[in-house]
């Protein structure tokens, strides 16, 4: 029996996130001594120029884990096909391995009404995209408020797609990964 290289992928990637050692003694980036910065917002303000808008809120579990949720819109062009209107749930965990140096997978299940621009159709269906994520967040202060830079390298691909005109399951045939120049985002922490 093969197995998926994108399951390997996914396996060594819970295990190196998981096998990391904790140190109690340092805080979490965006973190001042004797605060409990437990939330966080954050956004992107890159990203819309490709088409995804999103906001991404995070939960610190434990020292060096955390749990993330949002909303996102994807309006993605695809040349010579169409573009997608794809509103999203974002679900996502994030392990420090030291310091701000994190890994981050997230998934996003989404309802995408696809508009296939040849045929002049909308395509309704559901598609789930996952990503992994390396990255560092750097936190700071202004004034009293603790805000945050989180530079991450995204990969991912499409775990499910329904209803796709062939148009785009042409495309997706030859672009099954997507990657994207670092991604910079922005945040608060409270």
Known sequence: MKIPRNLIAFALVLNLAFSAKAHPEELLPGEAPGQDNRHSLSFNP???FVGIYALHYSYRLTDHSE???GFSYMNIQFEGSGHSNSPALILGYRRYLWKGLHLEYEIWPAFDAFYEKN?????KGFDLW???RLGYKYGFTAGNK???ANLQWPFGFG?????K????RKLAETDKYFYFPPLLSFGISF
């Open 119 to 123: 045929e002049n159709r909308f395509y």
């Open 130 to 132: 996952n990503e992994f």
């Open 159 to 163: 775990l499910y797609a329904s209803n």
């Open 67 to 69: 749990f993330i949720t």
């Open 146 to 148: 603790q805000l945050y």
């Open 165 to 168: 005109p062939e148009s785009f």
């Open 46 to 48: 890159m990203v819309p």
